[in-house]
């Protein structure tokens, strides 16, 4: 098969054992697939590091990780981005929005509609009305001008899933190019057609896939696997402690024995033995995922 998977972290904090076990999901289903393997680094937020992005790739290698060709790296990619964005403004498919983020929770919306999701504002200002709001100084956000208010997508592990498409931000006020633009260009430009994250990101998948039609780019196919959650059921972070392999080997625990947790953690091991990434590939089926969440106490690292 051709195509090709991703693994796609933000450097703006060292990876925690929530996201290695996404990470090795990903080259799991990717492999077992016959799809190359990518790494994305998604730097475009101000908290981004070179050195954690390192530090990153350091950690993916540990747990024995393998990637095909050079990392693609989004903060060289902005004039692909502003390209894109500037052939949706000739089609007449974007608008400028002057609205704060307090003033689109606050705004009233239509019924039904999900907090956040944009009301419209600043959809069809007239010429005057625009540069009124550009004269207060605050730089605008770009908007895609949709034309549907939802979207449904096939996902491998949580079947059928319809989501709310609102007029989403494209180019942030800030004049940095949106999440849901950018992965979706990155991800047609290399090729990636299999898209494995964390089930948080499921609701904003069908923005990106609209976004893609509306680009005439592929659709991925899309396998939104269960998070990691600590022992109060909210999301790991690493406030909950030994949860990065650099706090896990200060305590003596090797980057083979992460592997091996999350191998059981997936019923691809009994977490006494410490299988290779070839064994792992080998036992791997998809359709044995486990369907919920992985709680985990860090003590049971130890």
């Avoid at 090709?4 to 933000?10: C, I, K, N, T």
């Avoid at 929770?105 to 944009?118: D, I, V």
């Avoid at 009305?129 to 100084?137: I, L, M, V, Y």
């Avoid at 609701?203 to 196919?221: D, I, K, N």
Wanted: hydrophobic fraction near 40%; proline fraction near 7%.
């Amino acid at each position: 098969m051709t195509g090709a998977g991703r693994f796609a972290p933000s450097p703006s904090g060292d990876l925690h054992v929530g996201n290695l076990r996404t990470a090795l999901l990903a080259w799991l289903f990717a492999r077992h697939t016959g799809r190359s393997f990518l790494l994305r680094i998604e730097d475009l937020d101000d908290r981004s590091s070179s050195e954690v992005a390192d530090r990153q790739v350091a950690d993916l290698t540990a747990i024995g990780l393998d990637f095909d060709g050079d990392p693609v790296v989004q903060s060289q990619r902005r004039s692909r981005y502003d390209e894109v964005i500037d052939g949706l403004d000739t089609a007449g498919m974007t608008f400028e929005c002057f609205c704060t983020r307090k003033e689109i929770l606050a705004a009233p919306r239509a019924p039904h509609s999900p907090p956040g999701a944009y009301p419209g504002t600043c959809r069809d200002l007239d010429e005057g009305e625009r540069a009124e709001r550009r004269e207060s100084g605050r730089p605008p956000a770009i908007r895609l001008r949709s034309d549907i208010t939802e979207f449904t997508v096939q996902d491998e592990l949580c079947g059928t899933f319809t989501g709310v498409v609102d007029d989403f931000v494209l180019r942030r006020g800030d004049g940095v190019a949106a999440y849901n633009l950018a992965v979706v260009v990155d991800d047609a430009d290399s090729g990636v057609d299999q898209v494995v994250r964390a089930d948080d990101l499921l609701s904003s998948t069908p923005r990106q896939a609209y976004l893609a039609q509306v680009l005439g780019l592929p659709v991925p196919t899309y396998a939104h696997v269960p998070l990691v959650l600590n022992t109060f059921g909210t999301r790991l972070a690493k406030r909950d402690g030994a949860v990065t392999l650099t706090t896990l080997a200060s305590v003596g625990v090797s980057a083979e024995r992460v592997r091996a947790q999350l191998a059981g953690s997936l019923g691809l091991g009994d977490g006494s033995e410490t299988p290779d990434p070839a064994t792992l590939l080998a036992r791997f089926d998809p359709s044995k995922i486990p369907a919920g969440p992985w709680i985990l106490d860090p003590v049971d690292l130890l």
